[in-house]
């Protein structure tokens, strides 16, 4: 008895040592994450940490008490239908680049081309000011997108934005903020967290789940939009087009991929959740795309069945302490899951750059960084540190020694080689971001990798230009 009860011992505290372990390496990534690739909630972050900090407020007077080199850029990828069949097969066969995977993309259950005007685009923007409904509602609008738009915002907005998304005839839900019930365990010391923000509708989801079930409801309630559903991050994106009118052929349950080979299931942040939750290595492949959660599109009975989908599995993840993590972007890893083991029917993946939405998170980042890298090699900074803050401050062009004129503001790209594979990713003309197939994105999401400067040389100009046409 006494040797088998040393032996537990032993073996609780090599558990105790690996949750640890686990814990530590989660932890670094959510603040890796933070700072360099930060996944957008649809809360504005001073917004949602002045709810967070009322939410504990009322919590603790409550009586209830609750136990690199940047890499170049070569081709775009492979097949993700190719990638898919390999893995039920066992193993990953030679594949297709992207362009061609798109065209022998699988056929079962398409669609008619969809209606626009019976379409709805649904995102949660809750906290915002003005101008980010602006360039979001507003560049959609400017499209001439004439469908529906829902968009969960705050309780109690300010009036110019309520009187602009009157105008712009968006349908609203005000998202109310509460006490939540979902408590995270990935503490170093065992102990639940408590910063977590939930909606009353859904308190025992985090914000970051909890918009997958308001997002059904809302869609439910819009009895006319029975075509195209897109479901969206709001602060991170805008439009240059149509995307429904875009699509040919849609199909029930539309996913997107990010830049790949560079991004793969095996990153981390979708790769190390699933695989400690789900004790599962099916995402530790560098076959795989990695998917966008925060774009995904089909109809309505597909959008409805997909939501169901992650619904079913957050409510796995969050009886399970293992599953829950203070992670941002968990749901990002679920996404992926439950299209790579095959739980979506009907659902197809979206190549990079050939689809109604282009999630540019990565080569955005890649050019910034190179921009910077740049300047200092030319010697007109004396660190990086310096030349990100000029960078910032000034855009791309003049940060390498080129003229940037006031009336070219749309021609943003810097003009000299900078060895990335960029030729052919802007017009600039128009300054959009186009397709693979020379067309523009219809979304362009992640536009803030570019900086900060992007926002304001590029995005506010391009909002000021359509506020402009309305008057």
């Not at 523009?440 to 900086?451: L, T």
Request: aromatic share 10%; hydrophobic share 35%.
């Amino acid at each position: 008895m006494v040797r088998i009860s040393r032996q537990r011992d032993r073996e609780r505290r090599h558990l105790n040592t690996k949750t640890r372990s686990v814990i530590l390496f989660l932890l670094l990534g959510i603040v890796c994450w933070s700072f360099v690739n930060y996944r957008d909630t649809g809360i504005d972050v001073d917004y949602f940490e002045e709810l967070q900090e009322k939410s504990i407020r009322d919590k603790s007077s409550s009586s209830e008490s609750h136990s690199q080199d940047v890499p170049v850029l070569k081709d775009q990828g492979k097949s993700t239908d190719a990638a898919l069949s390999a893995l039920s097969l066992g193993g990953v066969e030679d594949q297709e680049d992207h362009a061609a995977s798109s065209a022998s993309a699988s056929t079962d259950a398409k669609s008619p081309k969809w209606d626009s005007a019976k379409s709805v685009v649904i995102g949660l923007a809750a906290g915002y000011g003005v101008h980010v409904y602006q360039q979001f509602v507003g560049s959609l609008r400017a499209t001439g997108y004439n469908g529906h738009i829902i968009l969960g915002i705050a309780s109690d907005p300010p009036s110019d934005v309520t009187d602009y998304l009157q105008k712009q005839n968006v349908i609203t839900h005000p998202v109310e903020i509460g006490t939540c019930t979902y408590f995270n365990y990935t503490t170093v010391d065992g102990i639940p967290s408590t910063d977590q923000v939930c909606s009353t509708d859904y308190p025992d989801y985090k914000i970051q789940w909890g918009r997958f079930p308001m997002a059904r409801d809302w869609l439910l309630q819009c009895e006319e939009c029975t075509d195209g559903v897109m479901l969206t991050d709001t602060r991170d994106a805008y439009f240059q087009s149509d995307p429904f009118e875009y699509i040919e052929e849609p199909h029930p349950i539309m996913v997107f991929e990010e830049m790949f080979p560079n991004l793969t299931t095996n990153h981390w942040l979708t790769n190390t959740p699933v695989e400690y939750c789900r004790e599962t290595t099916i995402l530790a492949n560098e076959s795989l795309p990695m998917l966008c959660s925060g774009s995904t599109m089909g109809s309505r009975e597909g959008i409805l069945e997909y939501i169901d989908v992650m619904v079913k599995e957050f409510d796995y993840w969050k009886e399970r302490e293992n599953c829950r993590s203070d992670m941002v972007g968990d749901d990002q890893a679920i996404h992926n899951y439950v299209f790579y083991n095959k739980q979506l029917k009907g659902a197809v993946a979206i190549p990079h750059r050939t689809g109604a939405i282009h999630v540019v998170g990565f080569m955005a980042d890649i050019i910034f960084r190179n921009v910077i890298r740049k300047r200092v090699k030319m010697g007109l900074s004396e660190d990086k540190f310096e030349a990100e803050e000029y960078v910032n401050s000034h855009g791309y062009k003049m940060s390498l020694g080129e003229p940037s004129e006031e009336d070219r503001w749309r021609d943003w790209m810097v003009h000299q080689n900078l060895g990335l594979g960029e030729d052919g990713f802007m017009d600039r003309e128009t300054g959009f971001i186009l397709n693979l197939d020379g067309k523009p994105s219809p979304q362009v999401h992640q536009y803030d990798r570019f900086g900060l400067h992007f926002q304001s040389n590029f995005v506010e100009r391009m909002v000021q230009d359509i506020l402009d046409k309305e008057k």
